[in-house]
């Protein structure tokens, strides 16, 4: 099976041999949006601090270059699902911070009208099919949506990101299994942040490759530096036309990194403060991008402007927040199920 | 002009804190991503850590001040360096306000549920004295709590954990599984320090699998040991309800009496504060329907502790259904080294002669509460705890029913198919007679859990519901 062969992770092409993964506007966009998600992070938390947010709120800091390489794989039509930890997720498909912003203060102008909160956001319209607050359970649910694209004769992949806490679970390995059998259009994507809550991956998995974690069903897996945007995107892109081309499933394994704790009330005591300043200092995606941009030429002036631009985004998004009302009393009783046709 | 840092929210939960310590003192400079300040919220301590740069020109709450509720100002910053600041946010796991103080939110982002748990210990002090009076007076009738001797005020924290080393102390087949309950001490905190007791051959922290683990659980419970399996919510045990059922609850009766599962499911259950549908929902219903369990909801410490003893100890598979908001409320608890409640018994809280409330977990406060206001308008109302879910204490119900001729039930869960409606069911059974007035349930709302502050305090029940309640059964 040409699949198998893949599955021993080997990255197969080198960069050198081939273009650069993103052109330099790739790279300048990809910079902008890693950037809105961590200023958009940052107020998040700020917000928390004051009181403006409640429940859980998971942060994606650290984590940006996965979500915007693999968004910039995509095309219109194409799914993704994740986790509690969504808030960058949705940013990159293009869902307004205003609108995601305004979920996790609870007001009307959220996505979900409130009702859903930082954890459960949608929005079909970019692709997006949550924000699922139970560990696991999107990993099924991404594989039905591209069982859809399979039933339908659709050429559109589906992007299912789980945490390695969360791949252990019993129905991973079940749509793994499903996929394979299938030839389902699904991308895995283990989001390896090395810790699920106060546990590391080593004391929770067995498995020491999380990219073979699928081979016995001859899903092609990689590991990949999920801190660096272009690997990410030349890693996506192999996925995505394997997928498309209609060869099944395929396992991308991203190695990053969450800067905050698992949610705001964590003490993180199960690190220390050097290993986080380590790759903050070492790995940080948005630093990496930015370097890379200079070294292209690009100048202290545009990423200004950049950096200016985010800033105005997540501002106006934390106004709104703040302004947009909550919703009405009437809203307690609507959506719990479609009333009758006509 | 410089700017007010304040005391942030930490944690779902969290009002105040203590400002344990600062790691900077006036005059200093602060970086971003500095610590500067330690915190003890409602469940850790907690480092606090700067957003922007200036220097801190002055502290205006002492370390050590306990209380300091959140976002009232702290310290104040200059605001010089703010805007050279990297925007870089701060490692760990804080959220360092540093702006002027917010113009008053429309919502709380704590859960309603969490302020009317705040005096649920004095609440129970009160009843308690008042209960014993009333049937000194002859008007309660019920089977006297056993007498446990002194009590010393701990928290339903304490309680639980203390019940668990101590049937760990006895019974060497006990052991404790479940995420994050050895080397973290528990998601909320609950088995600290029996990791360092008991060491990990019986506090294991297991991967996020819980139909797997629980299963092995049940299978190892088969073979005659005691596994205390804890949810992180009850929430989880979703994923591994077949094995709860299927396995665990059904063994016996299919082996003919052959393999006993001798095992606890553990956990908080119910709405916490704030966190949304997949993470707000009470399981009495579901678990209590099931023949082959046993499913017990404590309220206070003493419930906590004195219940699950019991239910360690008990050959069968029991429920232990938990609630985080109590958590951190305390009650006064036994200290005997031998107390233990017995599953199957409820107990009245509070005597009254006008109206019955049934009510378990957190409910049980919110219908103390609710007497104290119905006493002031000439009401008198018996507060029940059912303690027990299944089996039901109906006898005790139904005496009090006799006497009261009028019920109402009180609970978190959903309307439909719910606790309340069996208590009712049994009352309607056993002493329809002596019911003057059709019951009433007090339950949650019949939708999943919001989000938002103000539906979310909509969707919950809350004192003033139990007291409209009690009047129209009453008709006052
Ligand atoms: C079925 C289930 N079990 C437990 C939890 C509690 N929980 C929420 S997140 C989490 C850790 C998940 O870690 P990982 O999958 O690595 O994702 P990360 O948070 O690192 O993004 C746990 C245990 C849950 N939400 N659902
Ligand atoms: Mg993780």
């Given at each position: 099976?040409?699949?198998?062969?893949?599955?021993?992770?080997?990255?197969?092409?080198?960069?050198?041999t081939k273009?650069?993964?993103?052109?330099?506007?790739?790279?300048?966009?990809?910079?902008h949006?890693?950037?809105?998600?961590?200023?958009?992070?940052?107020?998040?938390?700020?917000?928390?601090?004051?009181?403006?947010?409640?429940?859980?709120?998971?942060?994606?800091?650290?984590?940006?270059?996965?979500?915007?390489?693999?968004?910039?794989?995509?095309?219109?039509?194409?799914?993704?699902?994740?986790?509690?930890?969504?808030?960058?997720?949705?940013?990159a498909?293009?869902?307004?911070?205003?609108g995601?912003?305004?979920?996790?203060?609870g007001?009307?102008?959220?996505?979900?009208?409130?009702?859903?909160?930082?954890?459960?956001?949608?929005?079909?319209e970019?692709?997006?099919?949550g924000?699922?607050?139970?560990?696991?359970?999107?990993?099924?649910?991404?594989?039905?949506?591209a069982f859809?694209?399979?039933?339908?004769?659709?050429?559109?992949?589906?992007?299912?990101?789980?945490?390695?806490?969360a791949?252990?679970q019993?129905?991973?390995?079940?749509?793994?299994?499903?996929a394979?059998?299938?030839?389902?259009?699904?991308?895995?994507?283990?989001?390896?942040?090395?810790?699920?809550?106060?546990?590391?991956?080593?004391?929770?998995?067995?498995?020491?490759?999380?990219?073979?974690?699928a081979?016995?069903?001859?899903?092609?897996?990689?590991?990949?530096?999920?801190?660096?945007?272009?690997?990410?995107?030349?890693?996506?892109?192999?996925?995505?036309?394997?997928?498309?081309?209609?060869?099944?499933?395929?396992?991308?394994?991203?190695?990053?990194?969450?800067?905050?704790?698992?949610?705001?009330?964590?003490?993180?005591?199960?690190?220390?403060?050097?290993?986080?300043?380590?790759?903050?200092?070492?790995?940080?995606?948005?630093?990496?991008?930015?370097?890379?941009?200079?070294d292209?030429?690009?100048?202290?002036?545009?990423?200004k402007?950049?950096?200016?631009?985010?800033?105005?985004i997540?501002?106006?998004?934390?106004?709104?927040?703040?302004?947009?009302?909550?919703?009405?009393?009437?809203?307690?009783?609507?959506?719990?199920?479609?009333?009758?046709?006509? | 002009?410089?700017?007010?840092?304040?005391?942030?929210?930490?944690?779902?939960?969290?009002?105040e804190?203590?400002?344990s310590?600062?790691?900077?003192?006036?005059?200093?400079?602060?970086?971003?991503?500095d610590?500067?300040?330690?915190?003890?919220?409602?469940?850790?301590?907690?480092?606090?850590?700067?957003?922007?740069?200036?220097?801190?020109?002055?502290?205006?709450?002492?370390?050590?001040?306990?209380?300091?509720?959140?976002?009232?100002?702290?310290?104040?910053?200059?605001?010089?360096?703010?805007?050279?600041?990297?925007?870089?946010?701060?490692?760990?796991?804080?959220?360092?306000?540093q702006?002027?103080?917010?113009?008053?939110?429309?919502?709380?982002?704590v859960?309603?549920?969490?302020?009317?748990?705040?005096?649920?210990?004095?609440?129970?002090?009160?009843g308690?004295?008042?209960?014993?009076g009333?049937?000194?007076?002859?008007?309660?009738?019920?089977?006297?709590?056993?007498?446990?001797?002194?009590?010393?005020?701990?928290?339903?924290?304490?309680a639980?954990?203390?019940?668990?080393?101590?049937?760990m102390?006895?019974?060497?087949?006990?052991?404790?599984?479940?995420?994050?309950?050895?080397q973290?001490?528990?998601?909320?905190?609950i088995?600290?320090?029996?990791?360092?007791?008991?060491?990990?051959?019986?506090?294991?922290?297991?991967?996020?699998?819980?139909?797997?683990?629980?299963?092995?659980?049940?299978?190892?419970?088969?073979?005659?040991?005691?596994?205390i399996?804890?949810?992180?919510?009850?929430?989880?045990?979703?994923?591994?309800?077949?094995?709860?059922?299927?396995?665990?609850?059904?063994?016996?009766y299919?082996?003919?009496?052959?393999?006993?599962?001798?095992?606890?499911?553990r956990g908080?259950?119910?709405?916490?504060?704030?966190?949304?549908?997949q993470?707000?929902?009470?399981?009495?219903?579901?678990?209590?329907?099931?023949?082959?369990?046993?499913?017990?909801?404590?309220?206070?410490?003493?419930?906590?502790?004195?219940?699950?003893?019991?239910?360690?100890?008990?050959?069968?598979?029991?429920?232990?259904?938990?609630n985080?908001?109590?958590?951190?409320?305390?009650?006064?608890?036994?200290?005997?080294?031998?107390?233990?409640?017995?599953?199957?018994q409820?107990?009245?809280?509070?005597?009254?002669?006008?109206?019955?409330?049934?009510?378990?977990?957190?409910?049980?406060?919110?219908?103390?509460?609710?007497?104290?206001?119905?006493?002031?308008?000439?009401?008198?109302?018996?507060?029940?705890?059912?303690?027990?879910?299944?089996?039901?204490?109906?006898?005790?119900?139904?005496?009090?029913?006799?006497?009261?001729?009028?019920?109402?039930?009180?609970?978190?869960?959903?309307?439909?198919?719910?606790?309340?409606?069996?208590?009712?069911?049994?009352v309607i059974?056993?002493?329809?007679?002596?019911?003057?007035?059709?019951?009433?349930?007090v339950?949650?709302?019949?939708?999943?859990?919001?989000?938002?502050?103000?539906?979310?305090?909509?969707?919950l029940?809350?004192?003033?519901?139990?007291?409209?309640?009690?009047?129209?059964?009453?008709?006052?």
């Amino acid at each position: 099976m040409a699949q198998a062969a893949d599955t021993a992770g080997a990255k197969r092409r080198t960069r050198a041999t081939k273009e650069p993964a993103m052109s330099r506007e790739q790279l300048l966009q990809a910079y902008h949006d890693m950037l809105l998600i961590r200023r958009f992070e940052e107020k998040a938390g700020q917000l928390y601090g004051m009181g403006l947010i409640g429940g859980f709120c998971h942060l994606y800091i650290g984590q940006e270059a996965v979500v915007v390489g693999m968004q910039a794989c995509l095309e219109p039509g194409d799914q993704v699902i994740t986790s509690y930890r969504d808030h960058g997720h949705m940013l990159a498909t293009g869902m307004e911070a205003r609108g995601v912003m305004a979920e996790l203060t609870g007001r009307i102008g959220g996505y979900s009208k409130g009702k859903g909160g930082s954890m459960h956001m949608f929005s079909r319209e970019k692709g997006f099919y949550g924000g699922h607050g139970i560990v696991g359970a999107q990993v099924s649910l991404g594989t039905g949506l591209a069982f859809s694209n399979w039933y339908r004769e659709a050429k559109n992949v589906s992007l299912t990101y789980f945490g390695e806490g969360a791949s252990n679970q019993g129905q991973v390995f079940e749509s793994f299994n499903l996929a394979a059998l299938m030839k389902l259009p699904n991308i895995f994507i283990i989001e390896n942040n090395k810790y699920g809550m106060g546990t590391s991956v080593e004391r929770a998995s067995a498995s020491r490759d999380l990219s073979k974690n699928a081979s016995p069903w001859g899903i092609p897996g990689e590991q990949v530096n999920g801190m660096d945007v272009m690997a990410v995107k030349e890693a996506g892109e192999r996925a995505v036309a394997h997928c498309r081309a209609g060869n099944g499933p395929y396992l991308l394994e991203m190695k990053t990194y969450r800067y905050r704790g698992h949610s705001m009330s964590d003490p993180a005591k199960y690190r220390t403060r050097e290993e986080v300043q380590k790759m903050r200092e070492q790995s940080d995606p948005i630093e990496t991008a930015r370097k890379a941009l200079l070294d292209q030429g690009g100048t202290e002036a545009e990423l200004k402007r950049i950096d200016d631009e985010v800033k105005a985004i997540v501002q106006d998004a934390a106004d709104f927040a703040q302004t947009s009302p909550e919703p009405d009393e009437r809203e307690l009783w609507t959506d719990v199920l479609i009333e009758e046709a006509r | 002009m410089g700017v007010q840092i304040l005391m942030p929210a930490l944690s779902p939960t969290m009002t105040e804190g203590k400002l344990s310590r600062w790691l900077k003192k006036e005059g200093d400079a602060v970086k971003s991503g500095d610590v500067i300040a330690e915190i003890e919220t409602d469940k850790a301590t907690m480092e606090v850590e700067a957003v922007d740069e200036g220097t801190l020109t002055r502290i205006l709450v002492p370390e050590g001040t306990e209380g300091v509720s959140v976002n009232s100002p702290i310290a104040e910053l200059d605001g010089g360096g703010a805007n050279g600041a990297r925007p870089q946010a701060p490692g760990h796991d804080t959220a360092m306000p540093q702006q002027p103080a917010p113009p008053a939110a429309a919502s709380s982002a704590v859960g309603e549920v969490a302020k009317q748990a705040e005096d649920h210990g004095a609440v129970a002090a009160r009843g308690q004295a008042r209960g014993e009076g009333a049937a000194k007076a002859g008007e309660a009738a019920a089977a006297p709590e056993k007498d446990w001797g002194p009590t010393k005020p701990i928290t339903v924290r304490e309680a639980l954990r203390d019940a668990m080393v101590a049937e760990m102390r006895a019974d060497a087949d006990v052991f404790l599984m479940g995420e994050e309950v050895a080397q973290y001490q528990g998601a909320y905190k609950i088995s600290q320090g029996l990791l360092d007791e008991f060491g990990p051959r019986r506090v294991i922290d297991t991967p996020i699998t819980e139909h797997g683990f629980t299963g092995m659980a049940v299978g190892a419970a088969m073979t005659g040991l005691k596994p205390i399996v804890e949810f992180m919510t009850f929430n989880f045990s979703m994923q591994a309800i077949d094995q709860i059922i299927n396995s665990a609850a059904k063994t016996l009766y299919m082996s003919g009496g052959q393999l006993g599962c001798p095992i606890v499911f553990r956990g908080p259950n119910g709405a916490a504060a704030r966190v949304a549908a997949q993470h707000s929902q009470c399981y009495a219903s579901w678990y209590a329907h099931v023949p082959g369990l046993k499913v017990v909801a404590p309220w206070s410490a003493a419930d906590a502790k004195g219940l699950l003893r019991a239910a360690i100890r008990d050959p069968n598979p029991v429920i232990v259904l938990e609630n985080e908001i109590l958590y951190g409320q305390s009650f006064e608890c036994p200290v005997a080294e031998d107390f233990v409640l017995p599953i199957g018994q409820a107990k009245i809280e509070r005597a009254g002669k006008d109206v019955t409330i049934v009510a378990y977990s957190i409910a049980v406060g919110w219908a103390m509460q609710a007497a104290e206001e119905l006493a002031q308008q000439g009401i008198e109302a018996e507060v029940i705890n059912l303690r027990s879910i299944r089996p039901l204490d109906a006898a005790t119900i139904a005496a009090s029913v006799k006497r009261t001729n009028r019920l109402v039930t009180v609970e978190e869960g959903w309307p439909y198919a719910n606790i309340g409606t069996e208590v009712a069911m049994q009352v309607i059974e056993a002493a329809f007679d002596w019911l003057d007035a059709p019951p009433v349930r007090v339950t949650g709302k019949d939708i999943p859990m919001p989000y938002a502050a103000n539906l979310e305090k909509l969707a919950l029940p809350t004192v003033a519901d139990i007291v409209g309640a009690v009047k129209r059964v009453t008709y006052k």
